[in-house]
């Protein structure tokens, strides 16, 4: 990370992360109590208000710290350092907002006019609802990490998908009942006749009862209608109420699409791993079925496609190819060298050579009693053991007998693959093991670019073997 | 299966299974009656209390039978048999909780105060709950089997995904329901004024009226709810119900998303091979209509894509890629060694040769009257006719004439593929055929690397041939 | 076609098929009746009673047609012949059924105790709603081609998936309805104290009212519970209605998720082909504005795509890759032998040859103004312009000159394949062109294979461009 | 463009096009107007009336104009000029729905019998709302833009999807609910009890309110019926209004599981970039977890991956292999030629070998502290740093150590490449840097087929390395 010029805060200051934390629950705060001072003010004690004074204070301090702190420039990908930038940035973009947003308009027309319940004031006031902005641009970075600068990734990219999903759903959800609650409930309050509004033909004599049985009987209105319940025992009374109900659940018929649309893309993305490891098993099973396999090649079919699935992340092979030539060759190198090294057919062969051989590399998994490699066949891999255990077995006079165990970091099959021949055992695990693949063309490649290299290898094979 | 020490018991053993199942009753009658107590519970005839204490007495028996239960290590997979770390593993996981839900709560307060109706050991009658647990996880194994040791993969894993997820979500549904009916109805008995009671404001004596009227009252109310149809016959009458109405609709809206999300779920899955059917047999029209093929072809064509679609499962060719070469070998030689032993152009070559082909080998079918090689097709694969009837034609006088007929076992072009030439017959089935197909390519890498079978082909090609 | 014997009618038979759909019209009538008659029977007129056993009439004639038509079996995809098996397969699945649901109860009931109005023989009536099997068959039958024989493949495939899995849910919408209405009439009818039910409480007298008046407040109040409006101007009064409202109400819950779900379905599916095209079109729009490509070649770009999009199915490629050899074979011979043998340079070779040639063409079309081949671009592709105009430019002192114009049969780039020297010219469409493309590696490779044609073919390049 | 004949306007002409756009805005004026004229009509001013006949006027110049606007066959996507053809085509596709939609029915009414309210005359004007083909084609055109000629395409293909289909669905459901208000309303006012309606139950007296409670009170009934909220404050008195609730809620059902289809829809695709993206950074934590990385190497890795996703679009490649060749060559030859030209080792080799270089090469990213090449590596890829810094570095004495820097235009790794050996050094980058890629074999491929350039190379490679 470039050094930051005198005063000035990187915003991947661990302090300032905490700051920008503790202004989001200052957010939330503002989000639920905006509304309701909106609706509810003249029956509001004093408290909040000077619980106000003291959450614009802290946006205030938060607009002149937004001077000092740099900024990660979009194309460059580089930090700007330079004080008189992130002004002129800051002030071409949100600062007017901000201020407009921090303004303590209530106390501001207290000193004026004396008179509280001022309509206009009150309206400035929703103004600090801007600061949602914030929340809202916590939830995009948490969703799209691919447009934070990429020198240095956070460790909450990994954060669950569903969980940050859900929690924007729910936010949004809950504002969008609470803000519905509070103007509907303005409404009726300024509306002339109180006997004719929706919370007026229940409760009659509603503007004396208390702010909470006022409150819960707006909030239970605004769910009645979000989740389309709408009982009836509350409903729009006069042409203002229908309009704003109209409007409301105008808005609810898309909120709730668009819930479903969200909790439909998550059931899907959670489960499709599961589901398309069952139509794997599935698929096995019926080809099993409709080609009468014998019972025990079935199960070592479903067995292998099981460890498959948990030794593996499915877009592991996928992730890996996204990968530079560079890269892979650091990652075969850091896990099989050592491995390889100590393989006996390679004693003494060069770095090189063995570096180029772990590049070609690939790992698998084998569960036990399952086949490695099959008497017979045409050699087409070179294995190498990594742990586990492998059983060698022949057939002799007409039965599978037992010739001897393979260790770990032992090969199986080198001799088919070095003398192009069939493979003259059957290896087969005897618990969980860890298995490394080299393709024999590959193999036989490399060799042939060592020359040096592929002379130690066959003496080291005779020596050996013979 | 290893041997587990003695007195101990296998998770594996179908007597414990069955002991499984027993209590997984017993867990859906506790979910029942625990909610209807905690509601119901002055109204409720002694009977009841005293199933409850058996429930417990079986409960109590399953606690101390898990201390005797092998239990199968997550990392290593194998099934750990040692008594002490059997105990360990449970007494520091569910010990207590399993403990907490099992103790008579109920019958220790009758013998304590005498007061039946006390709130608080209703409360910790609820603890009882806590059993769903084993409910959830038998869910969570049925549907993520492959969290499960692979060495013992249950016959139940086949178990059809759509019903058991479906289940799942009709008992969630069917506890919600229950749950907040109860949880309604105690709120309403515990409201000072009847009268203004949701229930109270209809039934105006309902603390006279039987159980079961009110029962299936605050079921009622509770599934207006839930599926929004909302009468509004029954509604909220005072604060606290409102409050529980937000809570409950808040929920009702995630349930009905996560609902609709899973069903959208389990429809797009089970549609998806009809319709990747249907997208295909389209597009097979649409390409015969835009170039105006000639019916017969567009037949063909049809007639062709009906059938792999009816004979194989779409996702077999990805399985079986899946698979280890070994297990490929084996497969193919279980299903077509013997045929291809059968034919006479194989017939005295080693047995190892047969294996390298098969290992190749790949099975198709095809529908009456598909043409499976063209004459003066430049030869590009070998076929063996593994069951069905296949006619051989040849242009002769410019006209197609029956030269004669392929009978099960033979083989179909060997001349063009040996010899290298155009294929000099056309072969249609007659009716429905399985085919075993190898490509040329391959076929001359395996003569190449048996030189001596190859002769002995070569010979036999003769023989029958000239 | 197998021929069938006397008197046996084949499944495929015109004749049958407009049977059968008389058959469904028919069954729709009683699946409409038969609730009606269940709930209102004693307001019904004589009437339909005379149609229904005209109905069961139809049905009884069915039900011995059935022993006379041919069917297939579904392992072997024969037509069984034997009517003998006929009988017996019939007799053993659904015979019992089918007779239960043609039985004309109501007359029965008429002949035996005169007394019009029993319960019990009015249940025996609904056991007509087992007729409803045939429609469900019939949806099974169009959505799932391929469970169908493949030798006769159906006309009607084609049918429009989204179509029938609509109508397939507005009819199984519709009949819940119809069922629910109905059923729930008949509980208020049936309650002793009429003012006490759902209907009652509105309407006082409504024995007295007409059929009509309360078949539709039937109606209305079962979909108003089904799409879950709600409006609570009918509700259920007592206990009996209550649970038939619970149990309702659960069914919508699900019918309403699998709508939505199948809704889902079909949008995803029917909008995804203009989803792709955007994507692709904004992908290429990305990528010139990304690198700043010019104008010129941005258009050309976006043409293409369109053009692609338009000429071909998005899965016309993936289908013929379906199809066996000999099947592509015959298409192209077919689609290109004609057009291939007109080009000057294949004048005189045989036959084989094209046919070889023409298996590895792909058509393809060009947009006009682009580019099918760039001067000194390597050459790897020979082209035949089938339909359109190109014109063939070269850059002669530093500007690009046209040089001629290829008409409608001309190769295109057939200098640089054959002498293996980079293009000499620039070839570009002025319009709409069609081409056929091989790739230089497989001409060469026939070529090779056949070394007449080849000396053939040298000699006509050399004979017109020299 | 193709020139048009005198008198004719292309159907691209700018001020066609804003004469449409107009057109577009004068019809959904007559889509609220029309039901809104036909249910309140006798109690409207006569000012509509008049604007009516304006607009009239304007879709009557439209008609006319039609006859001397050119169209494009959708056979041969070509203008068609001719002035007979365009009356033709017109004449026998919608001109009479045009006319008829367009007459002024209910000034006619008023000439001919004075009488204001004819029901007759007021079914005629709701042919008007036919001019809503208009809107439809316009989302059509803006959806499937597949559909439009290939010569021109339009700028506003690359609107966004989401919006396009959003604004419909939206234009969609507030015409249904417009629609149904009104209809609802004219049932109510030709019923002949007014009190036995659904409006007359509330507000007694309700042909005597004024124009806007009436139509704020049947929208409120619409968009509550809609949403299925049905508070029931306002619901059917009759059969009348019963059967038009029973229509429109069954209307309802399916609009709102097209709605929720929809929405599904567009989440799942707007999401997919995110979700696959973190999906992938998943895998890739995971893999390093499972295999243990270390620290440095996972951060590599999810930083390669995280600059991937920003820097190219996720479809580039699939876009580039949709075009034909030419024009890929073309867009590597702008890209590419002339950084390529600059190297060193392509000093004075032809321009063809360089453009047959550039179509092979690929342009690549690599974040800061990236390895590009490895030192021990095999050979496989030739780079060329277009921008950014690289390090060179070497093991020396058990340590890597910096022997270099290279700057942009040099070509990294290509002694290796030329002479066949394992890299000598490691290039690592120190910034952001962006580099051409081409395959060693493809590399060499190209050399061959021009010998006098592998000289030129050859000796510009000794040159600089001794």
């Not at 103004?127 to 447009?147: G, M, N």
């Not at 066949?377 to 022949?394: E, M």
């Not at 055992?425 to 290299?453: A, H, M, P, W």
Request: with cysteine; net charge positive; hydrophobic share 45%.
């Amino acid at each position: 990370p470039p050094k930051l010029r005198k005063y000035l805060v990187s915003p991947y200051d661990p302090r300032y992360k905490v700051w920008e934390k503790f202004l989001i629950l200052l957010v939330v705060y503002s989000a639920w109590i905006c509304p309701l001072e909106f609706a509810f003010l003249r029956y509001l004690p004093r408290a909040p208000f000077v619980v106000d004074d003291v959450v614009n204070g802290f946006f205030a301090v938060d607009i002149m710290l937004t001077f000092f702190v740099a900024f990660v420039d979009k194309k460059s990908h580089h930090l700007v350092n330079d004080r008189k930038k992130i002004a002129v940035r800051y002030l071409s973009s949100w600062f007017v907002f901000d201020v407009c947003s921090t303004v303590p308009f209530h106390s501001i027309s207290l000193l004026f006019n004396k008179h509280e319940h001022d309509f206009g004031f009150k309206f400035l006031n929703v103004l600090r609802l801007w600061r949602l902005r914030r929340v809202s641009s916590l939830f995009a970075r948490q969703l799209h990490i691919y447009t934070t600068p990429n020198l240095l990734l956070e460790k909450d990219i990994r954060f669950n998908y569903a969980v940050i999903r859900c929690t924007k759903l729910i936010s949004v959800t809950l504002f969008a009942i609470h803000c519905a609650g509070c103007i509907n409930y303005l409404i009726a309050d300024r509306y002339p006749d109180p006997k004719r509004t929706w919370i007026g033909a229940v409760m009659p004599n509603f503007r004396e009862d208390g702010l909470w049985i006022r409150y819960v009987t707006a909030m239970y209105w605004s769910i009645t209608t979000l989740t389309t319940t709408g009982y009836g025992d509350l409903h729009a009374e006069n042409a203002r109420e229908m309009l704003f109900g109209i409007c409301y659940m105008l808005f609810n018929l898309w909120l709730t699409a668009y819930l479903i649309g969200n909790m439909t893309n998550l059931v899907v993305h959670s489960t499709s791993r599961t589901r398309d490891f069952r139509d794997v098993i599935q698929a096995a099973s019926e080809f099993a079925a409709r080609n009468q396999l014998p019972r025990q090649i079935e199960d070592q079919m479903l067995n292998h496609i099981c460890l498959r699935y948990k030794t593996e992340g499915l877009k592991q092979q996928e992730t890996l190819d996204m990968l530079p030539k560079a890269m892979r060759s650091s990652i075969s190198h850091y896990l099989f060298f050592r491995v390889v090294q100590g393989a006996y057919l390679f004693k003494g062969v060069s770095a090189r050579f063995i570096q180029q051989l772990v590049t070609e590399m690939q790992a698998e998994y084998f569960a036990p009693k399952e086949d490695i490699i099959l008497q017979n066949d045409s050699p087409s891999d070179l294995y190498l053991l990594v742990s586990g255990a492998v059983d060698i077995l022949a057939f002799l006079d007409e039965a599978e007998q037992v010739c001897g165990r393979a260790a770990e970091g032992e090969l199986l099959g080198e001799i088919g693959i070095m003398c192009n021949k069939p493979q003259p055992f059957t290896f087969r695990t005897t618990k969980l093991s860890q298995i490394l693949r080299i393709s024999r063309s590959r193999l036989l490649g490399i060799i042939q670019e060592n020359r040096e290299d592929g002379e130690i290898i066959r003496s080291n094979l005779q020596l050996v073997n013979v």
